[in-house]
């Protein structure tokens, strides 16, 4: 069974701070989400990554194959942004997806 | 383009009542269903899937049971709910061999 650890558990920064999420997890996998939900709990799909970076927007994800991690930024961070945000890692089919416990970030004016 | 719909939104139930979640999508065929839930304070957990109609698998023992009764629709369902079924149910769905997953706004069910 894979482990996920996310680190922090809470964040709370500043508007236009820069954010680091952190990923780890223990087998290897086929692919890693990042996931973002807001209160109310819809959960919304950020990123979905294989292999290196993606970027969209002021959001950019990385991951290490190699070392079994991954990371989300948030550059220029915004309140907006403040939400729990999700790591999950798929190993095999997509039946097999194991969560973290999520990062919840508070962006504060 | 595609869609997921899941009802309802909030619902708060009596211990020993039934329940029934709908979720539907729409602008696919065949789509893999997932029903997972957020117990308070932890991650998410899957409870079932579906690569099919009909088709239904358990990856935890509970008092839950689903159902795939037309090929986008899934329906998660409870005879008598416990205290411990509280929790945010989310429903999802990907195309058969894709990894990219779609997810339901969510139903937040309190037990009491």
């Known amino acids: 069974k894979n482990e ?6 809470n964040l ?14 223990s087998v290897g996998i086929s692919a890693l989400h990042w996931l973002q939900q807001h209160p109310g709990g819809g ?3 950020l990123f979905m990554l294989s292999s290196g970076k993606k970027k969209h927007g002021r959001l950019i994800a990385t991951i290490n194959i190699q070392e079994k ?4 930024h948030i550059t220029a961070s915004h309140p907006r ?24 970030l508070q962006v504060t004016l | 383009s595609q869609t997921i719909h899941q009802w309802p939104a909030t619902l ?3 211990v020993g009542s039934p329940l029934s979640l709908e979720c539907t999508v729409e602008g696919t065929s065949n789509p893999n269903l997932y029903w997972y839930r957020q117990a308070a304070g932890r991650g998410l957990q899957l409870l079932f899937y579906s690569v099919g109609i009909g088709q239904i698998s358990s990856e935890v023992p509970q008092n839950l049971s689903a159902s795939r009764p037309q090929d986008r629709q899934f329906i998660l369902s409870s005879k008598k709910l416990l205290l411990s ?7 999802a769905w990907n195309r058969q061999r894709s990894e990219k997953l779609f997810f339901g706004s969510g139903t937040q069910l309190s037990v009491l």
């Open chain 1, 4 to 9: 996920v650890e996310q680190s922090p558990q």
């Open chain 1, 12 to 25: 709370t920064a500043q508007e236009g701070e820069f954010i680091t999420i952190n990923c780890s997890y």
């Open chain 1, 43 to 45: 959960i919304v799909s």
């Open chain 1, 69 to 72: 991690h991954s990371s989300l």
């Open chain 1, 81 to 104: 942004d403040s939400a729990v945000y999700i790591c999950a890692v798929m190993t095999g089919t997509a039946s097999k997806l194991t969560f973290g416990t999520g990062t919840r």
């Open chain 2, 12 to 14: 708060v139930q009596p």
């Open chain 2, 85 to 91: 079924d509280s929790g945010f149910y989310l429903c």
